[in-house]
Nanobody, 125 residues
Framework: QVHLVESGGGLVQAGGSLRLSCAAS????????MGWFRQAPGKEREFVAA????????NYADSMKGRFTISRDNAKNTVYLQMNSLKPEDTAVYYC??????????????????WGQGTQVTVSS
C-alpha cells in the first residue's frame, strides 16, 4: 500500500517562505510524476505544481510561477515544494499526490491516485 506523508506546513507571515516535504512509501516514485495540490476553506482542491518522474520537467499553476519550486530526490523517495513570497491567499491545506500511470506528467487532479493527508499552511497579513 502506498503512503504519502506531507510535512513542513505552519504559520508564516506574508512574504515569508516554507518548504514542504512529501515522503513516499510503498511505491518507488522514480517511475511516477508527482504533484502538489491545495485546498482552501470553501474552495475546490486546485493544482499547484507537478514534476516528472526524473525531475527534468515541471509544471506550475500561473499564480505560483516564480514563487514556488517543486523538486524531488528519488533516492530518498521524497518530493519537495519550496514556497517563497507567500501571500495570505496561499493559505490552504497542501497535499502531495502521485500520478496513477507511470511515466506520465499531468496537471489533472483526476489522474492522481494516491494522496497524502495534507499539511496546513497559514499565511498571516
Amino acid at each position: 500500500q502506498v503512503h504519502l506523508v506531507e510535512s513542513g506546513g505552519g504559520l508564516v507571515q506574508a512574504g515569508g517562505s516554507l518548504r514542504l516535504s512529501c515522503a513516499a512509501s510503498g511505491r518507488t516514485i522514480s517511475n511516477y510524476a508527482m504533484g502538489w495540490f491545495r485546498q482552501a476553506p470553501g474552495k475546490e482542491r486546485e493544482f499547484v505544481a507537478a514534476i516528472s518522474w526524473g525531475g527534468g520537467t515541471t509544471n506550475y499553476a500561473d499564480s505560483m510561477k516564480g514563487r514556488f519550486t517543486i523538486s524531488r530526490d528519488n533516492a530518498k523517495n521524497t518530493v519537495y515544494l519550496q514556497m517563497n513570497s507567500l501571500k495570505p491567499e496561499d493559505t490552504a491545506v497542501y497535499y502531495c499526490a502521485s500520478v496513477s500511470e507511470r511515466f506520465r506528467l499531468t496537471m489533472n487532479i483526476l489522474d492522481y491516485d494516491y494522496w497524502g493527508q495534507g499539511t496546513q499552511v497559514t499565511v498571516s497579513s
